[in-house]
């Protein structure tokens, strides 16, 4: 049995459908609150429903009963709710989480990441590092996987990347490289690793086929669909002075995502492919089907 925990989130609820296609079992960790469309969702391919909360060890206990596999992609970085804090969630619910997989026998978990940049801290990036060292000290058979930038997530428009409107925001001057990458691909590569004596115990990189600045980015769209974009630069001074002031956890981390992303951030995923060859989604890719709409 593989169970997913943040099955409603984006990664998630991919690494789902795929371990449902591919015909195999497959449990969902939801929570009471969590959308009912996307547990129905789940629901409909054929995927077992357990319903818990990291916070809540207890709940962790019975969904990690049977279970060979645990991918873990759950954040609460944009949870709206009271108490679903960073702390209880990221660094102690992630800690309840390898707990119960270690007391229920699990053979492989599967934890999803970010390197981060060393010169840069905040309050994501401290909880993913600890998690992350908690469970190479679990005695869990783990596999890390390091993600870089998703292209869904940061060239759309949740964060002012609006195709459709030929208009972005770009967080400071534009003109640092990127290793922009799909979901997708970070969904197969956690299964494949979790799937193969090759990914025991490893921490896996993966970002996209080429890096790329956000000005490059931009001209890919502009050729692609025609149109010049407007764009709105915000200042690495301001995002720095954003994070310094930030009033709570969640502000200073997406002060520090943003500013992550301002400094640039590349990586060499040839390593991984080695070991795990895949078809990289490409930022070209991507701007088709979203031009596509
Ligand atoms: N975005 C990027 O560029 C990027 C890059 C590298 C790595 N990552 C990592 O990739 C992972 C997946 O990202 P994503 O975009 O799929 O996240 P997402 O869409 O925000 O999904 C978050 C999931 O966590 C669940 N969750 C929140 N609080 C919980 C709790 N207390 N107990 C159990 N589950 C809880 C949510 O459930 P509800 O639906 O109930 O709220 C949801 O299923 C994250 O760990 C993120 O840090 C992201």
């Known amino acids: 049995m593989n169970l997913v925990v943040g099955a409603t989130g984006l990664l998630g609820g991919e690494i789902c459908a795929r371990l449902a296609n591919a015909g195999k079992p497959v449990r969902a960790l939801v929570r009471s609150s969590s959308s009912p469309e996307k547990i129905e969702a789940l629901r409909r391919q054929g995927i077992e429903i357990v319903e818990g909360d990291l916070r809540s060890p207890g709940s962790l206990d019975l969904a990690c009963h049977g279970v060979a596999t645990v991918f873990s992609t759950a954040t609460a970085i944009q949870s709206q709710q009271e108490g679903n804090t960073l702390d209880r969630v990221d660094r102690e619910g992630q800690a309840n989480l390898i707990e119960a997989a270690r007391k229920a026998g699990v053979r492989r978990f599967v934890f999803i990441s970010f390197r981060g940049r060393p010169d840069i801290d905040y309050p994501l990036q401290a909880a993913k590092k600890a998690t992350a060292e908690r ?21 759309g428009p949740h964060l002012g990347f609006d195709a459709k409107n030929a208009r972005a925001v770009i967080f400071g001057s534009g003109e640092r490289k990127i290793s922009w990458v799909s979901y997708r691909d970070v969904a197969a590569l956690a299964i494949a690793a979790a799937e193969s004596p090759a990914g025991e115990n490893q921490v896996l990189e993966i970002g996209g086929p080429e890096a790329l600045t956000p000005l490059e980015v931009v001209r890919i769209f502009e050729q692609r669909s025609g149109k010049k974009f407007e764009l709105q630069h915000v200042a690495e001074e301001a995002l720095e002075s954003a994070k310094a002031n930030a009033k709570t956890p969640v502000e200073e981390t997406f002060a520090g995502l943003q500013l992550y992303y301002a400094r640039g951030f590349e990586v060499d995923t040839r390593p991984t492919l080695a070991r795990f060859p895949l078809r990289l989604t490409s930022v070209r890719d991507y701007a088709d089907r979203v031009l596509a709409g």
């Open 135 to 155: 469970l190479k000290k679990s005695g869990i058979p783990y596999t890390i996987i390091e993600a870089s930038f998703f292209m869904e997530i940061w060239l």
